[in-house]
């Protein structure tokens, strides 16, 4: 008689996130991103969106008890080691999505995406919302991933140089007692820093070399969700991230090609 009973459990980890239509983004991304990295992913939906690379055409938030339902579904039976959030949309869902958080059984880290706006420009953050991010998303979590766009939105001032991303990550990562990630792909050049502090006082600065020809449409939620995943995995932070930024590198390196584009590939260790 053959038995199907794993000897070792998946751990599990939570998107709660928007969707996108094109796949290459949003919970999509983070579920194909989970299973690539040997974990469970469960999801809990925040908006649906209309979107593909070029554009974001139509949003439809979903109301917040409806969120918040999926999370607690989600908990009562998977109880997840890590989760990530990512596009909350508007005061109501980021209320109720943080009250959630506060309740979850196995008391998991938290990724915290600040998606504000989409790599096309679309504004995916209602701007009433963004005082609400600071003051009850930002205390819960793990690690926070802004980008160069958000940074600025939740910092309060421009960042040019990566003196300024240091000075930006260290004092965020004091205030909120979160590690900061801080990436820098929208900085002009060709070399790419990205700079992570700790919530004891240290940095740690990535630098990489820009891959040209590919549409990074989805970067950001690859990464932040491959976190989650290391998160999930028992992984320490820093361990995580340096995990997840060779994850995604990896995944431009051997890009996909779809309609006449390139894109990332989150299965780049199976040899497509």
Known sequence: MESNTPSESLPVALSIAGSDSGAAAGIQADLLTFAANQVYGTTALTCVTAQNPNGVSAIHALPPEEVAAQIKQVDEYYKPAAVKTGMLFNEEIISAVCHELQKLSARPRIVVDPVMVASSGATLLQPEAISLIKSQLLPLATIVTPNLDEVEIIFGRKLENIADFEVAAANLSEKYRAAFLIKGGHLPGDNLFDVLAMPNGTLKTYEQVRILGIDTHGSG??????????????????????????????????????????FINHFPFNGH
Not at 226 to 254: C, F, H, N, P, W
């Open 221 to 262: 939620c690859t990464l932040s969700s491959a976190i989650t995943a290391g998160l999930a995995k028992g992984l320490e932070i820093e361990e995580a991230v340096d995990g997840a930024s060779r994850y995604l590198r990896a995944g431009m390196r051997q890009p996909l090609p779809i309609s006449g584009t390139t």
